[in-house]
C-alpha cells in the first residue's frame, strides 16, 4: 500500500495531466495558506506546487542566489515547462521573496492566471471579515474561470472532504508510532495528499489505516521529531538519522502542519468558516501564536515518545529562521533537546550535515 503514496508523489506530473485530458482543471497552490476547499469548492483541482533536487531549475530561474531555495526551484520548473498542465496559481504571502516571485511570474506570463491571496498578517476579528470578503472575490473568480458557481453548499461539501482527509491524517499520526511504518514512508503518504485530488487520497488513506504493519520494535534506538519545510531535505536527514542508529517516529513538515491540523468548522457561513480555519488555525510565521506552535511540536513529540528533534530550516528562509528563534526560547525552558540545522537544498550542502546529525544522534545515547 505504501508504494502507491510514493508512486503517486513521484508520477504527480503525469497524472495531472491525465486529468487535464478528462476536462480537469488544474490551479496550484504555493506555501500552505491558500484555501484549497475554496479551489475544489468550483470544480478545480488543487496540488502543490513542490522542490525538485535539480540545480539546473535553479539557474534557470535567474533570481538572485541569496533567495530562497524553494521560490528559485519552483520558478525554475515553470520556466522549463514542467508545470504546464496548470492553468494558474494561487500564492500566499509569508516573506517578501514568494511576494515577489508573484510579480516575476505575472510579467512573465507563466499560467493564464495567477492570484496573490490577501492574507492578513494579523488574526483580529476585522481581519478575519477582511480575508471573509477576499475569499468571496476569490471564489467569484474562481467560478467564471470554471464554469463551476462557489455556492455556500459547495464550499461546505468540499471542506466536509478535506475535513475528512484531515481526520485521517490524525489517526495515522496517533497510529504512526506504534507501527513500522518507516519515516520516510511516512513522507510519501503526507506528500501524496498534496498532489492528489482528496477524494482518490481519502481512499488510499482509509486502506492504509486498515493495513497499517505491525510495529518491528526499534530497541534502544534513540526516537527522533523532524521538523522540516523542504522534502528533499527531509528525506536526506531522516537517511542520515537511521544511518547513525536513530529512528524518526513523528514529524512536522510545513504543508502538514499548516494544512491538516484542525478541524475546520461546517455549520453556519462556510466563507467566515474558512477564512477563520486558515487565518487563525494555520500555523504560519509571524501570525499563529508561537508559543501555541512550540506547544504543539511538544505534545506531538510526547506522544511519540520522541527523545529528541531535529528542526531543519532551508537556507535564506527568512520566516522560518525567525520563527526558530523564538520557538528555541520556549524549547530551552522546557528542556526539549533538539539541534537546529540550516542549509541549501543541494547534496553537498546536505552532505555537511552528517556529522552534526551523527553527534545528536550519539547524544542521546
Keep these: 500500500m505504501i508504494s502507491e503514496f510514493k508512486a503517486r508523489f513521484q508520477s504527480r506530473h503525469e497524472r495531472c495531466r491525465e486529468l487535464k485530458k478528462d476536462g480537469k482543471k488544474i490551479i496550484a497552490c504555493f506555501y500552505g495558506l491558500v484555501p484549497k476547499e475554496l479551489i475544489h469548492a468550483a470544480g478545480v483541482v488543487p496540488i502543490q506546487l513542490f522542490e525538485e533536487r535539480n540545480p539546473e531549475y535553479e539557474k534557470k530561474s535567474r533570481l538572485l542566489p541569496y533567495l530562497c531555495g524553494t521560490s528559485q526551484n519552483i520558478t525554475g520548473q515553470i520556466y522549463d515547462g514542467v508545470f504546464d498542465y496548470v492553468d494558474g496559481v494561487m500564492v500566499t504571502t509569508v516573506c517578501d521573496t514568494n511576494r515577489h516571485v508573484y510579480d516575476i511570474w505575472k510579467y512573465r506570463k507563466a499560467f493564464p492566471h495567477l492570484w496573490l491571496v490577501q492574507a492578513p498578517s494579523t488574526t483580529t476579528d476585522a481581519a478575519l471579515n477582511y480575508y471573509t470578503k477576499e475569499l468571496r472575490r476569490l471564489a467569484g473568480e474562481l467560478g467564471e474561470i470554471s464554469g463551476h458557481k462557489v455556492t ?208 545528536f544522534v550519539e547524544s542521546l545515547l
Design 152 to 359: 455556500e453548499e459547495s464550499l461546505r461539501n468540499s471542506i466536509a472532504l478535506f475535513n475528512e482527509n484531515r481526520e485521517l491524517f490524525h489517526r495515522f499520526y496517533e497510529q504512526r508510532p506504534k507501527t513500522a511504518l518507516s519515516a520516510e514512508d511516512a513522507l510519501y503518504v503526507f506528500a501524496s495528499g498534496l498532489v492528489t485530488p482528496v477524494e482518490e487520497h481519502n481512499e488510499m488513506m482509509k486502506k492504509l489505516l486498515s493495513s497499517m504493519p505491525a510495529a518491528a520494535g526499534n530497541g534502544d534506538k534513540p526516537r527522533l521529531m523532524l521538523c522540516a519545510v523542504n522534502f528533499n531535505m527531509a528525506r536526506d536527514v531522516i537517511r542520515m538519522c537511521e544511518k547513525y542508529g536513530a529512528v524518526v517516529v513523528t514529524d512536522d513538515f510545513a504543508h502538514n502542519s499548516r494544512f491538516g491540523s484542525n478541524l475546520i468548522e461546517t455549520d453556519g457561513d462556510p466563507f467566515h468558516n474558512l477564512a477563520g480555519g486558515y487565518l487563525r488555525k494555520v500555523p504560519a510565521p509571524g501570525i499563529y501564536s508561537f508559543e501555541d506552535r512550540a506547544g504543539y511540536i511538544r505534545d506531538m513529540m510526547e506522544k511519540a515518545d520522541a527523545k529528541g528533534m531535529i528542526y531543519i530550516i532551508q537556507l535564506y528562509c527568512d520566516a522560518y529562521a525567525i520563527e526558530y528563534a523564538i520557538l528555541k526560547e520556549r524549547f530551552d525552558a522546557w528542556n526539549l533537546t533538539h539541534l537546529k540545522l540550516e542549509a541549501e537544498d543541494t547534496p553537498s550542502s546536505i552532505e555537511q550535515l552528517n556529522v552534526r546529525i551523527q553527534s
